[in-house]
């Protein structure tokens, strides 16, 4: 491939990839052990899920500039492995990245989705490693190409799992006790318990707190209706995903048939299933991580689209500190828009990171980090300690 004339900041001249298997901490894998919903997921998958498998990119640039992108996938959810991620990517999307000027994400973003259809995972990480080449060439926080920096930390929601009540209420107290402001409760075990759940949270912790609920898609539609009417005496802001993802229409029954707004997760993976599901009416709010709708370049369209159409967005995801660090950015450019506060829960389910000096999640909250790009850097002993296979090099 030869250099295309229009390059002048430092090409990507080679993409490697690392395959990684990061067990969850002792305490989450027996959690997610436990039966009846676990940690409410209610989704059926039939092999147990003790960890998560990411792949780690590197962009390369001929300065020596090296920019990290995360990719996080679980098959019931995302649908690919990290084999698939890696396979995408050597073998078809690589060709519209290297020799690419990082700076001109939006065009190798418009070449990748013009030349090969879907993919929003492996595509959501090349874009995300863009932004922190961009940041490392030029010496500014990644922030800086989403809009700029408002904040210098970005308050945190945390996640409540679904165990009996007292657990819930006590784990929910500590978190409100560390600073913690909004919390992310798991239901769906049933609309009786739901309830008596969401009664007991905001009589332990008073009004000021604000509580959003995870059903995991326990429910029908016809449930769903009941069950979100049954908390919403409670003050509940968001109702992540209470019926199928493969169900749109559903998700616009409930929607019309609650206050709450709705906010879709396992059923949302694209820029267009979000312009869907919005023009359904069946969401209210637009969940947004790392790899969904993929990348920075789609988050900030979506949440774009959202902010123009009066809705809120959140940012949410159990990623490792390289997808941490990139949503930490994105919440810290795009505050004001969002609406609701950021849900990373990957420090807390996994055993260990694999960056060198871990984000600063003290008092509820997460520092941006600073220094160029991403602004962290990446532990190779973790690397070669959790990586499942060889590292893939695609090169110019
Ligand atoms: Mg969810």
Redesign the pocket.
């Known amino acids: 491939m030869s250099r295309p004339d229009h390059v002048d900041a430092p090409r990507i001249e080679r993409i490697e990839l690392v395959p990684l298997f990061v067990p969850f901490h002792d305490i989450v894998r027996e959690a997610m052990k436990a039966g009846s919903g676990g940690l409410g997921m209610a989704i059926p998958a039939e092999e147990a899920w003790e960890g998560g498998d990411f792949v780690i990119c590197k962009l390369v640039a001929e300065d020596g500039n090296i920019g990290l992108g995360e990719a996080f996938v679980w098959l019931p959810e995302t649908g690919v492995s990290p084999a698939q991620i890696i396979d995408s990517t050597e073998h078809a999307l690589s060709r519209y990245v290297l020799n690419e000027d990082p700076f001109r994400v939006d065009r190798i973003r418009d070449r990748m989705d013009a030349n090969v259809a879907r993919s929003e995972v492996a595509k959501g990480m090349l874009d995300m490693a863009c932004y922190d080449l961009m940041g490392r060439v030029s010496g500014h926080s990644s922030a800086h190409f989403m809009g700029g920096r408002t904040v210098d930390e970005i308050p945190l929601a945390a996640l409540v799992p679904l165990m009996d009540p007292k657990t819930m209420v006590d784990l929910a107290e500590d978190f409100h006790a560390a600073g913690v402001q909004t919390l992310r409760i798991k239901l769906g075990n049933s609309i009786e318990e739901d309830k008596l759940i969401m009664g007991s949270l905001r009589e332990a912790l008073g009004d000021g707190v604000r509580l959003r609920v ?1 059903y ?1 898609q326990a429910y029908t539609p016809e449930d769903a209706v009941l069950a979100i009417k049954a908390i919403e005496p409670f003050d509940v802001d968001v109702a ?2 209470p019926v199928s993802a493969t169900d749109p229409l559903g998700m616009a029954y409930v929607q019309k048939r609650v206050l709450t707004p709705l906010m879709a ?2 059923g949302c993976f694209s820029l267009s299933d979000i312009l869907v599901l919005i023009e359904l009416d069946a969401i209210r709010v637009v ?1 947004i991580n790392a790899e969904r709708p993929g990348g920075v370049t789609h988050a900030l369209r979506a949440i774009d689209y959202a902010t123009q159409r009066g809705l809120a967005s959140l940012i ?1 995801n159990q990623s490792l500190g390289v997808g941490s660090a990139m949503q930490i950015h994105l919440a810290a450019a795009k505050q004001d828009a969002l609406g609701h506060d950021t849900d990373l829960f990957g420090h807390i389910m996994m055993e260990d990171d694999v960056i060198t000096d871990p984000i600063d999640y003290s008092a509820g909250t997460a520092k941006v980090p600073s220094g160029p790009g991403w602004g962290i850097d990446l532990d190779e002993g973790a690397l070669d300690r959790y990586a499942t296979g060889p590292t893939v090099k695609v090169e110019v």
């Open positions: 995870d995991n992540e995903q997760h396992e969940g949410h």
